[in-house]
């Protein structure tokens, strides 16, 4: 049972990339999906406790961090913040956060915006628009980190 969510996870991620890339645009049932069985393979690997712990802190600092972004876009950039961030991309941070224990969800966060950050100063030339599909970069990584963590069984992501 397990195994099948963990493969309808990746590839609902896969899914999301592919649309976030060609259309920047995802439908919302995908992060809904993407949620439920992320929050449910999580719950499984958790005491009910630490699961709604682990949950409360990665909201409370995705919340958080989206004032920040709103405070910067608002007084640095003057422009909207829907114009400076999709809600594809709030989204993709709330799935993660219900996802994964809070170590993991922050060294998977910080490494998927530097992932993110990386891949669309090389792909960038070949875009048609010129937009970060952050969610989309975000679900490749870590599509990427869980197959290649399966493949060789570095950590288990819901331990540390």
Same mark, same amino acid.
Request: glycine share 4%; net charge positive; aromatic share 16%.
């Given at each position: 049972?397990? $195994? ?102 922050? $060294? ?13 100063? $090389? ?38």
């Amino acid at each position: 049972m397990l $195994v099948v969510l963990k493969i309808i996870y990746t590839t609902v991620l896969g899914i999301i990339s592919y649309q976030d890339l060609k259309e920047r645009k995802v439908t919302v049932l995908l992060f809904l999906l993407l949620a439920l069985v992320g929050g449910y393979l999580f719950y499984t690997a958790q005491v009910f406790e630490v699961f709604l712990i682990n949950t409360s802190i990665n909201i409370s600092f995705i919340v958080m961090l989206f004032f920040l972004v709103l405070l910067y876009v608002k007084v640095k950039m003057n422009v909207k913040i829907s114009e400076a961030m999709g809600l594809g991309d709030v989204l993709f941070f709330l799935v993660l956060a219900i996802s994964f224990p809070t170590v993991t969800f922050l $060294v998977l966060f910080s490494c998927s915006l530097f992932f993110s950050l990386l891949l669309f100063l $090389v792909v960038k030339p070949m875009l048609k628009i010129k937009t970060v599909p952050l969610a989309g970069f975000q679900a490749l990584f870590l599509s990427l980190v869980i197959l290649l963590n399966w493949i060789f069984n570095f950590v288990n992501l819901y331990a540390i």
